[in-house]
């Protein structure tokens, strides 16, 4: 059966000046950009949830989409298989190389744990089938620890130890089908980690719970031999009011504290980043400033609604300035690009799928053209480094290596009569040479 019957396999680069809404304008896998090609460079995955578990349901009314493998089926089994068929069939004909899942994406939750876990085990086996024929790979898997009412106070942070055993379990079965896919990443996005209110939370106490939960995965990982990165992926709030992965600064602050930031990096989401107030250029520079940057969920969000959206990335602004940090930062290891990203309620089409994911590498692959010629050109790194110079003088080096004290620093400001020069941080000028490099991507 033939889910998506409009799609050849799979979608070709057809280059800038191509009418065709169903080719790459853009991303051309095996071109070569700043020493690797587009594909090693970009890592695309894309997201069973909202691709192949959403029907276009909100709080406000029904599905809307043309969703056949959502249909009714009288064996939970039976649907799962025909929704992993249409996933991997538009996997193949999109041409990303990557997927990413959550436990109750691919397989069903049973009556018990058991049942659940026997049904995890069944679906791991079709989609190893599945990535055999078709080649695909796994970016990352991850367990759903926010979706059944038994997690409504959380999962790690429960105040009742039972719920902490229960996600434990969950997340170890999680981590082992991970493990058996290739997976190159296992992600931790706490789902409702966080209070609703301060009145009836212990917060220290949730704190320390957390970290023995992610103390417990890391040596699991270790156990089973897993040579992924274990990732958190930070989020201020939604669905709680207060989530304790606020953003990399916090998540890197309660690593360090529960002597985790060796073992766990973090998945940064773009329409994250923005809800925590900053955006995702600089949440990618926090991350790689801490040692602790791993991969990207990519999306955007709007600027006039205050939650998450998870629109497809359109701008290839806001993309550049994050794929420049992700250069900056050495690229992209065992992390890559993940589209957590849905489409709008009105876009019922099932190719609608193929326009949101191909304009959205296109975005990508046009901003990894922008960023790479500005850092193979170095200039904004010129710029950088002209601006910090004094650090690497007598100055900056006895300084930052411990030789001058407060009073020494007093006593050489005491011996000057004159204003150290200011000199310009340039930015409009450097706006303007960004704008040059994207004007000019090609
Ligand atoms: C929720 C979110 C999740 C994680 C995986 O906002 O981003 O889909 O990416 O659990
Ligand atoms: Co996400």
Redesign the pocket.
Do not use: L
């Given at each position: 059966m033939t889910f998506f019957p409009d799609v050849e396999a799979p979608i070709a680069y057809e280059g800038p000046e191509s009418d065709n809404p169903l080719a790459f304008r853009w991303y051309d896998a095996e071109r070569s950009v700043a020493g690797r090609t587009m594909a090693e460079h970009l890592r695309f995955a894309v997201c069973y949830?909202h691709s192949f578990n959403w029907d276009g349901f909100d709080i406000f009314g029904a599905g809307t989409m043309d969703r056949p493998w959502l249909g009714a089926q009288s064996d939970p089994m039976d649907a799962a298989r025909r929704k992993m068929d249409a996933a991997f069939e538009f996997f193949s004909k999109l041409g990303a190389p990557f997927w990413c899942f959550?436990d109750r994406d691919i397989a069903p939750e049973g009556a018990t744990f058991a049942e659940s876990c026997r049904n995890l085990e069944a679906m791991v086996d079709e989609a190893a089938q599945h990535m055999e024929a078709t080649g695909m790979r796994l970016l990352w898997g991850?367990a759903n620890l926010f979706s059944n009412p038994r997690y409504q106070a959380g999962a790690a942070t429960n105040p009742d130890p039972e719920l902490f055993a229960y996600a434990a379990g969950q997340v170890c079965q999680v981590l082992e089908a991970t493990h058996r896919l290739g997976g190159s990443n296992y992600?931790l996005?706490g789902?409702r980690e966080g209070y609703e209110t301060l009145l009836n939370t212990d917060m220290g106490r949730e704190l320390e719970q957390l970290a023995r939960f992610l103390h417990l995965v890391v040596e699991h990982k270790h156990a089973i031999g897993f040579e992924g990165t274990i990732l958190i992926?930070p989020?201020p709030f939604e669905p709680t009011k207060h989530q304790y992965d606020y953003d990399v600064a916090a998540v890197h602050a309660f690593l360090q504290k529960y002597d985790l930031a060796e073992d766990v990096c973090v998945n940064i989401?773009v329409n994250?980043a923005t809800l925590s107030g900053h955006d995702f250029a600089h949440e990618v520079a926090a991350a790689a400033a801490a040692g602790i940057f791993g991969s990207i969920?990519a999306n955007a969000g709007d600027d006039r609604l205050g939650w998450?959206v998870d629109r497809f990335p359109v701008s290839v602004e806001q993309m550049t300035l994050g794929m420049y940090e992700i250069l900056r930062a050495g690229g992209f290891t065992t992390g890559g690009l993940n589209f957590?990203a849905k489409l709008r309620r009105q876009s019922i089409d099932r190719n609608d799928l193929f326009h949101a994911h191909i304009g959205g590498m296109d975005t990508m692959a046009r901003a990894l053209l922008a960023a790479g010629a500005m850092w193979e050109d170095g200039a904004l790194e010129d710029i950088r480094r002209d601006r910090y110079a004094g650090w690497d003088g007598e100055l900056g080096t006895d300084i930052l290596d411990g030789r001058a004290t407060l009073a020494s620093l007093r006593e050489r400001t005491l011996g000057r009569d004159d204003e150290p020069t200011r000199v310009s941080g340039r930015q409009e000028e450097i706006e303007n040479l960004v704008a040059r490099y994207i004007e000019r991507a090609r």
């Open positions: 949830w959550h991850t992600v996005w789902g992926e989020k989401e994250h969920d998450d957590d």
